[in-house]
């Protein structure tokens, strides 16, 4: 074996993230689950095609970042780099066009072949919702709605400020396209050879170059609102109005393209500035066009996705570990009794460490370790009068009490 580090970009889940992480997942679905949107599950692969026919033969996705393979069947399969095309990919084989509006929630792991660092990672994990079948733009202001309320029950809305553009329809996007292309043939020689590129094959994604020579000549480019039709405004401002309504704060940035060819109108994101370099936290958009370039019957959509690990990283410590009783039993017999009642407790729901070995000294530090509530102490002296010591680890206290009455008297430490 090479090496036993993990792969560059993965990392292991241990038990404090793992708990922050559960923490933002139940949140969101909860939160979901209010606003009618219910929890799906794709597959981690699907055929290479999902993804390079619907996010843009010149996105960065497809052209660096995928994790496609043959397998032994001699199929290209690709490890999902993001969730919304294979919930399109779902409702065009499952037949759902049937049943729209669809709300969907789903959170699970993405992959991309990106330059690791803090808050970027090759394997990463995301939720996400998608609202299918809603045209109108009361769908975008509810799905970034339920992003700042999710945003908001982490306690981390304080933290976020939500940047809001429009990409307009497709009559606007080709004549602000032309407008842009003008502007940037101009300056060619001075973009960089990824934006001389994307002049070529897609000019809008310059507007959201990173590098430093780009974004300097980005500043003077022409302005998206000069190339807006009416229906493009229209849509674009009662989605400015809802948000209005409801009290969620954002701001205009007209600079914001989002990564994905698919995205129309609404294209909006919450961006930190906690994160060091990476600042979006939740983002996402309309996609009015995306399930009909993959062969199936034109279907609006709109929706967002939001990297767990960046939450988790910005929510700090997160919700407390339930903390356990310590069941220490000491000598043969005290262990047989203290088995059984152990698994009697955690039947009735509470959380139960066993002690398996050691003196009383051991076992009692390993209940600290554990951070245990308190202690349930089995000696012979406890076992001849069918008790048990328990312990308040937390203030010292102690008390002999019936085995019969355990149960009750553990409840106080819950
Ligand atoms: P970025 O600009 O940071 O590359 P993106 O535009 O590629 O983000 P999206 O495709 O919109 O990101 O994904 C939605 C969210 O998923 C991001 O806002 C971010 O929170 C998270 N995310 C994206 N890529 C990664 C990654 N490589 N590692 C960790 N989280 C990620
Ligand atoms: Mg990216």
Excluded at 91 to 106: A, D, E, M, V
Excluded at 160 to 180: H, P
Excluded at 210 to 232: H, M, Q, Y
Excluded at 346 to 365: C, E, I, P, W
């Amino acid at each position: 074996m090479a090496s036993l580090q993990p792969v560059r970009g993965t990392h292991d889940i241990l038990p404090d993230e793992a708990r922050r992480a559960r923490h933002v997942i139940d949140t969101g679905r909860n939160l979901a689950a209010r606003y009618g949107y219910d929890e799906a599950a794709t597959p981690i692969f699907e055929f290479s095609d999902v993804f390079a026919r619907t996010l843009g033969e010149t996105s960065d996705i497809v052209t660096k970042e995928m994790y496609t393979f043959t397998d032994k069947g001699g199929d290209q399969i690709t490890l999902r780099p993001e969730g919304t095309a294979g919930i399109a990919r779902a409702l065009i084989s499952g037949g759902l066009s049937q049943n729209l509006p669809l709300k969907f929630f789903y959170a699970g792991p993405m992959f991309r072949y990106e330059r690791p660092q803090k808050g970027r990672l090759r394997q990463f994990h995301q939720i996400g919702v998608e609202l299918l079948g809603v045209a109108e733009p009361i769908g975008d202001i509810e799905v970034i709605a339920l992003g700042a309320a999710i945003l908001d029950e982490l306690g981390v809305r304080g933290n976020t400020q939500l940047e809001l553009n429009t990409l307009g329809n497709t009559q606007s996007r080709a004549a602000y396209r032309d407008v842009l292309v003008e502007y940037f043939s101009d300056r060619r020689g001075d973009l960089s050879e990824d934006s001389q590129q994307r002049l070529d094959r897609n000019p809008l994604r310059i507007l959201d170059s990173k590098n430093e020579g780009d974004r300097a000549i980005v500043i003077g480019a022409p302005e998206f609102d000069d190339s807006l039709d009416a229906e493009s405004s229209d849509f674009f401002a009662e989605v400015c109005a809802g948000l209005d309504a409801l009290g969620v704060a954002w701001h205009r940035n007209s600079r914001l393209v989002r990564g994905l060819d698919y995205y129309c109108h609404t294209a909006f994101e919450f961006t930190t500035d906690a994160l060091g370099a990476q600042s979006a936290v939740l983002a996402g958009g309309r996609y009015d066009g995306l399930v009909e370039q993959m062969g199936g019957p034109s279907t609006p959509g709109v929706g967002w996705a939001s990297g767990i690990e960046r939450l988790s990283m910005l929510i700090g410590d997160g919700p407390e570990k339930t903390r356990a009783v310590a069941v220490i039993p000491l000598g043969d017999a005290a262990e047989a009794v203290a088995l059984k009642l152990t698994d009697e407790l955690r039947r009735s729901g509470v959380s139960v460490d066993l002690g398996f070995r050691g003196k009383m000294k051991q076992r009692m530090k390993r209940a600290n370790n554990i951070n245990a509530r308190a202690a349930v102490i089995l000696g012979d002296d406890e076992l001849e009068q069918n008790a048990a010591t328990v312990r308040d680890l937390d203030s010292g206290e102690q008390e002999l009490v019936p085995l019969t009455a355990l149960r009750d008297r553990l409840e106080q430490f819950r």
